[in-house]
């Protein structure tokens, strides 16, 4: 069992930035798949970023150039560090963690975090 922590959400001006964190406890962390994904309320859920135990990463296309995920192994992190933020960036953001390969497709990830939400303003 995997139980992920996301902070650093919060309240930011257009054309801000922010960086997220999650952790998880245990000494096998280093050897799981991680990404980020958000949800707005009525919306399903999206896929932002994913960086494996290689820390090779895969971004969408509206995070590709703005969003960076990154990993620290040894404190059992990963981030998502948003720039230029845009108000449809507003969402709730969630860590999720899987075995093996990376992956776009929520469903294939085993572990979730509770969420952060993130608000940009106009």
């Known amino acids: 069992q995997v139980q992920l922590v996301e902070s650093g959400g919060g309240l930011v001006q257009a054309g801000g930035s922010l960086r997220l964190s999650c952790t998880a406890p245990?000494?096998?962390?280093?050897?799981?798949?991680l990404a980020w994904f958000r949800q707005v309320p009525g919306k399903e859920r999206e896929f932002v970023g994913a960086?494996?135990?290689?820390?090779?990463?895969h971004y969408a296309d509206f995070a590709e150039g703005r969003f960076t995920v990154s990993r620290d192994n040894a404190r059992n992190m990963v981030y998502l560090q948003m720039n230029s933020l845009k108000p449809e960036d507003t969402a709730v953001y969630y860590c999720?963690?899987?075995?093996?390969?990376?992956?776009?497709?929520?469903?294939?990830?085993?572990?979730w975090g509770q969420g952060t939400q993130v608000t940009v303003s106009s």
């Open positions: 999720a963690a899987r075995w093996t390969i990376t992956s776009m497709v929520g469903n294939e990830y085993s572990y």
């Open positions: 245990g000494r096998t962390f280093f050897r799981y798949a």
């Open positions: 960086i494996d135990r290689n820390s090779t990463t």
